[in-house]
């Protein structure tokens, strides 16, 4: 190019440079590496290349662009604005031609590898770039005279036209593919999947594809089975929906569904049947939420706990239940979602993440994904609240990662009034320190229960996982729970919502609902198991202090950390450090659908994360232990609010029962 | 090594070299490029390396060789010797240390390139090197501390042990994968598969499995579908079977049962189900036969015609009927068997040969794989003769191919005493030109039907496509038919064998069985389709003769190559340069079962093959019309015997009826 060719800038990328005059903003783009968009290949179909150019004079560029700079709209703009609309100021990049200097806009929806926006200021945008996308090909008809299978001509358009080598196609792809070709007179969309071990052609649509197509995100956990269904082409999620793991009925933790498939024969299938029922009906849910045929879910990727993946592979977890908890396979795999006994599009692929290690599943590994430990400065750890919680500590020299049976009752199940987080379950309580009297907030209703906005009728029905929390460190703020957990009378605590209650007291939160003192141990069971593997992992590091902390977890997201910090499930921290990371396991299920790099990047991850086993670790017993008071004694909490210095006895309750 | 060290002489190789004092036979053979078997790796309990090593002078090695050349057999031996017994002179390679100069024998079951030897002088050996095989390993135990899993470390070993890198399972591998290695005490031995895209395990048994697996290669034909149940260690064919494809009710060539699809909604799925559940059947029978589980059945390799193979493949023929022939996939597809409803190995995969062309199918590029005319000097023509005859000319400078619609009649349909080739068909068959009696030979029984030792309550229930080659070649020797294929009267032959039968006359061969004017009819028109193939191919190379022909085809061993250079089915050659390979089809995908390389090599080869379309060639109507008459007009026959100068007329019959 000379010094007289037209000067072409593109934003927001900045990247500039001269090309000959006559060349097409999509070429030119590609020329100077803009991320421009196309799925037809410049042929002025899917208008994914469109660009906004900017006229007039641009100082800072050193550019005046006139109307002239750009090729006026032709015929194939016009029958495309006439036909779908195209909005004022666009062009299509395909058809428009430099003609002189000229300033482009390369608006978010054109660009390939567009970021989506992850909610949290901390949390590092995903970056689109998807396993499987659409590709418009134009397909050499057959020649007799050179005779070559209808697959090869599709496969050298796709190598000639996109670059994509090496692609193969399943049977069902083949079967279709002859009508598909002649019905489309030759020129077809096709769905490839980049995947290892090669490039699939997972669906052949006639013509120009016109519609999404999508990918479902599985974090499939002991408790509840989440799923993000996207737009492979957008990242956005299009459903999120959630059911409970019916494997519940063998057994609430992990280790009683084990117990189940060792002491049961055919168990382990029973347990495999209900959890890949449920991940069917999941699939289903999500496509009826969003309208969309299910056959349209070309991917899935699923992430959950050794025991549970074991579970949903078909193999038997009865390795897992003991040392040295071997897994069947730690890598990653690359399935066929009907392998699975899913029911998206025949040609489905399903990519399973690597485990860490027996104990530390693919969830943590998303977790990791999704908070980047290994990218930061900062010394974070990143608890993954579940019925097992999945714990990393680390930053850019290196992470370690375990596991800790906290049992399901930060899931509010084993709490007397417990419920899953759905309409009517109390989220958020605080209690009033000297009357006593407490307030709360339930799901479905924005207003606080002592507000005159509450309205009378709410349908009340318990207490979720991040209510209870709540309710028991405002009950020890408010000095109606010792540093032991016992739960005072009314007597000592001067409120008669405190009830006798057996031998014990519970305290009347609304109604029916109390908070018991089996609810006060449950939870101090969970927290001292949470914050033993949090400890163990400081011990490994040679830690005692962590300067960051993310909580995550279906429910994670829903936890207060000044009431984590009061029960002592975390260890101390500033409060305006510590974040919730909502489910990051899903997260990072979704980045890696929405990203082919993020599956190499945490099967690298894996292997380079440092595994400390708590089952076998006598420190982690007395972690466990010493973690049991409220505030507990293994460590000091700078941070932490002051707590009443109460202290109470069961005595109490004998006696006013005498 | 130094001139001190011991010389090893291996035989048959005669390959030779020092190794240190003390080195294993194994580990001579390994570090002298001696092919010595071992699937235990070297641990004395598979027995495939055995040697047998020779004593006492060697001028011709410049070697003599003592008792003490090599170590005292050792525990090992002894133990193996004791359960399962050493042949005499029989050294296990894996024990037995050289310790002196030493000529060793490596026996052909110790080879694991061994040669498969095939019956004919002409064709080449089978070198042993299937794509799958047994590999014993010891695999590390797991390791809390150092967490992996089971596939991991199966994988590791694998590659340590046998240097196969990039392993992977199916899932149903990767299920039984935990108790597989546990109960063998972490010792396993897996059926590995080699071929694209990546190696796979298929089984693990615990500990040292001492089994065979098996490999079946089918053909599947129009009319016949034939399958050969190989040892994949030895290549031993354990049984071989064959069955009518169950198709022929759908129509009895090619094109009929494309119609049948193109006119039937749910016609080719129809047709996809009678011909899998043929094949499915031809596995169970052949395992039944070789009395193995047909689980032990790791691999098939399908070969067939572009309509069968579609058809199996679930694909609707539709295409193939009409111009310009186009296949869904001309190259070579991987599967898993259970895709195509093969009930085998659960993990089993199947390999489908590549096509050369819509009408060329991987039946021929099979053929082309066993008869290998790209590797010989002479200009040959091979014709596998069947309800479409594949044809292919040529020689190292390079190979052209077509096939050519000759229709069932060379396979007994069609014909008025057709059936197929069994027990009961009339085979062979010579008339007496003087007297004009003919005796024949049947499917059963040794002696000719003139013979006294022929019994006289033989069974005689039709005539083969042999048989009918032959009768009504010596019908033309005899005069009874004229060279434009008339059937002579009982006035104008002079024998009451040939029997009016309306306006025409049919030959009595046998109590009912005769050879009608409609069968002579029959035998033209697929004669002069099968000549004018070879002739087009021939006119497109450029040649008037060939050196060599090979007929090929589940009939075409039996084909007299005399009869049909009488009939015209075949240009003129010298009658001892005609030969027979039996169904080449079927050895060709015993070849690929066998020897992987053979599938890259076919691979290769079918794209080099230039395909010539009868379809649309003018020139082969012209040569199908010239070539009707026995003997025809388009080539001069020198090595034609002489035949009777008669002409008969329509007129003789209808004279006689009035």
Same mark, same amino acid.
């Given at each position: 190019?000379?010094?007289?060719?037209?000067?072409?800038?593109?934003?927001?990328?900045?990247?500039?440079?001269?090309?000959?005059?006559?060349?097409?903003?999509?070429?030119?783009?590609?020329?100077?590496?803009?991320?421009?968009?196309?799925?037809?290949?410049?042929?002025?179909?899917?208008?994914?290349?469109?660009?906004?150019?900017?006229?007039?004079?641009?100082?800072?560029?050193?550019?005046?662009?006139?109307?002239?700079? %750009?090729?006026?709209?032709?015929?194939?703009?016009?029958?495309?604005?006439?036909?779908?609309?195209?909005?004022?100021?666009?062009?299509?990049?395909?058809?428009?031609?430099?003609?002189?200097?000229?300033?482009?806009?390369?608006?978010?929806?054109?660009?390939?590898?567009?970021?989506?926006?992850?909610?949290?200021?901390?949390?590092?945008?995903?970056?689109?770039?998807?396993?499987?996308?659409?590709?418009?090909?134009?397909?050499?008809?057959?020649?007799?005279?050179?005779?070559?299978?209808?697959?090869?001509?599709?496969?050298?358009?796709?190598?000639?036209?996109?670059?994509?080598?090496?692609?193969?196609?399943?049977?069902?792809?083949?079967?279709?593919?002859?009508?598909?070709?002649?019905?489309?007179?030759?020129?077809?969309?096709?769905?490839?999947?980049?995947?290892?071990?090669?490039?699939?052609?997972?669906?052949?649509?006639?013509?120009?594809?016109?519609?999404?197509?999508?990918?479902?995100?599985?974090?499939?956990?002991?408790?509840?089975?989440?799923?993000?269904?996207?737009?492979?082409?957008?990242?956005?999620?299009?459903?999120?929906?959630?059911?409970?793991?019916?494997?519940?009925?063998?057994?609430?933790? %992990?280790?009683?569904?084990?117990?189940?498939?060792?002491?049961?024969?055919?168990?382990?299938?029973?347990?495999?049947?209900?959890?890949?029922?449920?991940?069917?009906?999941?699939?289903?849910?999500?496509?009826?939420?969003?309208?969309?045929?299910?056959?349209?879910?070309?991917?899935?990727?699923?992430?959950?706990?050794?025991?549970?993946?074991?579970?949903?592979?078909?193999?038997?977890?009865?390795?897992?239940?003991?040392?040295?908890?071997?897994?069947?396979?730690?890598?990653?795999?690359?399935?066929?979602?009907?392998?699975?006994?899913?029911?998206?599009?025949?040609?489905?692929?399903?990519?399973?993440?690597?485990?860490?290690?027996?104990?530390?599943?693919?969830?943590?590994?998303?977790?990791?994904?999704?908070?980047?430990?290994?990218?930061?400065?900062?010394?974070?750890?990143?608890?993954?609240?579940?019925?097992?919680?999945?714990?990393?500590?680390?930053?850019?020299?290196?992470?370690?990662?375990?596991?800790?049976?906290?049992?399901?009752?930060?899931?509010?199940?084993?709490?007397?009034?417990?419920?899953?987080?759905?309409?009517?379950?109390?989220?958020?309580?605080?209690?009033?320190?000297?009357?006593?009297?407490?307030?709360?907030?339930?799901?479905?209703?924005?207003?606080?229960?002592?507000?005159?906005?509450?309205?009378?009728?709410?349908?009340?029905t318990g207490i979720c996982g991040s209510g209870i929390?709540?309710?028991?460190?405002?009950?020890?703020?408010?000095?109606?729970?010792?540093?032991?957990? %016992?739960?005072?009378?009314?007597?000592?605590?001067?409120?008669?919502?405190?009830?006798?209650?057996?031998?014990?007291?519970?305290?009347? %939160?609304?109604?029916?609902?109390?908070?018991?003192?089996?609810?006060?141990?449950?939870?101090?069971?969970?927290?001292?198991?949470?914050?033993?593997?949090?400890?163990?992992?400081?011990?490994?590091?040679?830690?005692?202090?962590?300067?960051?902390?993310?909580?995550?977890?279906?429910?994670?997201?829903?936890?207060?950390?000044?009431?984590?910090?009061?029960?002592?499930?975390?260890?101390?921290?500033?409060?305006?450090?510590?974040?919730?990371?909502?489910?990051?396991?899903?997260?990072?299920?979704?980045?890696?659908?929405?990203?082919?790099?993020a599956r190499r990047e945490v099967e690298a991850l894996?292997?380079?994360?440092?595994?400390?086993?708590?089952?076998?670790?006598?420190?982690?017993?007395?972690?466990?232990?010493?973690?049991?008071?409220?505030?507990?004694?293994?460590?000091?909490?700078?941070?932490?609010?002051?707590?009443?210095?109460?202290?109470?006895?069961?005595?109490?309750?004998?006696?006013?029962?005498?």
């Amino acid at each position: 190019m000379t010094a007289t060719d037209p000067l072409v800038i593109f934003t927001p990328s900045g990247k500039r440079g001269r090309v000959a005059a006559g060349t097409t903003v999509l070429d030119a783009a590609r020329a100077l590496g803009v991320d421009l968009d196309s799925v037809c290949g410049g042929r002025g179909i899917c208008s994914r290349c469109q660009v906004a150019p900017a006229f007039g004079a641009f100082p800072k560029h050193g550019v005046t662009v006139t109307e002239a700079a %750009l090729s006026p709209r032709n015929a194939v703009e016009d029958r495309y604005d006439r036909i779908r609309g195209l909005a004022p100021g666009r062009r299509l990049g395909c058809q428009a031609q430099i003609r002189g200097d000229v300033v482009l806009d390369v608006p978010p929806e054109s660009q390939v590898h567009r970021q989506v926006v992850r909610k949290r200021a901390e949390a590092r945008a995903i970056s689109m770039d998807p396993a499987t996308r659409l590709h418009y090909v134009e397909v050499a008809e057959p020649d007799m005279h050179e005779p070559s299978g209808d697959l090869q001509r599709l496969e050298s358009a796709l190598a000639g036209q996109w670059g994509i080598t090496g692609a193969t196609a399943d049977l069902g792809t083949l079967q279709a593919l002859q009508s598909a070709l002649r019905s489309g007179d030759w020129k077809v969309t096709v769905a490839v999947h980049r995947d290892a071990p090669q490039p699939r052609i997972l669906h052949v649509w006639p013509g120009y594809h016109d519609g999404a197509i999508h990918g479902l995100a599985i974090d499939v956990g002991s408790t509840t089975i989440a799923g993000h269904l996207c737009d492979l082409a957008t990242g956005e999620v299009v459903a999120s929906v959630g059911l409970m793991n019916p494997q519940i009925r063998f057994g609430e933790d %992990l280790m009683s569904r084990v117990s189940y498939a060792m002491l049961n024969p055919g168990g382990a299938a029973e347990l495999t049947a209900a959890v890949r029922d449920a991940l069917d009906s999941l699939a289903a849910q999500a496509a009826a939420e969003a309208g969309i045929d299910p056959a349209l879910i070309l991917e899935a990727v699923i992430v959950g706990n050794p025991v549970m993946l074991h579970l949903v592979l078909g193999i038997d977890p009865t390795e897992l239940g003991q040392a040295p908890f071997a897994l069947a396979t730690a890598d990653a795999l690359h399935l066929r979602a009907g392998e699975l006994g899913l029911h998206l599009h025949p040609s489905a692929r399903a990519y399973v993440l690597p485990c860490i290690a027996g104990h530390v599943g693919a969830d943590a590994a998303a977790v990791a994904l999704s908070e980047s430990p290994q990218l930061s400065d900062d010394l974070m750890l990143v608890v993954d609240v579940g019925t097992n919680a999945e714990i990393l500590l680390g930053n850019r020299t290196r992470v370690l990662a375990c596991s800790s049976p906290t049992g399901p009752a930060f899931e509010g199940a084993q709490i007397s009034s417990g419920q899953r987080a759905a309409p009517g379950a109390i989220e958020r309580v605080e209690i009033d320190p000297v009357s006593k009297e407490p307030r709360f907030r339930v799901i479905g209703t924005e207003a606080w229960s002592d507000d005159p906005a509450f309205p009378p009728d709410t349908r009340i029905t318990g207490i979720c996982g991040s209510g209870i929390i709540e309710a028991i460190a405002e009950m020890r703020l408010a000095g109606l729970v010792d540093a032991s957990g %016992l739960i005072g009378s009314a007597e000592a605590t001067g409120t008669d919502r405190c009830v006798p209650q057996g031998r014990t007291h519970a305290y009347r %939160l609304h109604g029916d609902i109390l908070v018991t003192q089996g609810d006060v141990r449950a939870i101090q069971l969970a927290k001292s198991a949470l914050y033993a593997g949090a400890r163990l992992l400081m011990d490994a590091f040679g830690t005692d202090s962590v300067d960051r902390i993310v909580l995550a977890g279906a429910f994670g997201a829903h936890i207060s950390p000044k009431h984590a910090m009061i029960l002592g499930m975390i260890p101390d921290c500033d409060l305006a450090r510590v974040s919730s990371a909502g489910n990051a396991a899903g997260t990072g299920a979704r980045i890696a659908l929405l990203n082919l790099a993020a599956r190499r990047e945490v099967e690298a991850l894996v292997r380079g994360i440092h595994k400390v086993e708590t089952a076998i670790e006598p420190r982690f017993q007395e972690h466990f232990v010493a973690a049991n008071a409220i505030p507990h004694a293994t460590a000091p909490f700078p941070h932490l609010p002051r707590l009443p210095d109460v202290a109470f006895n069961l005595g109490e309750g004998r006696r006013r029962r005498r």
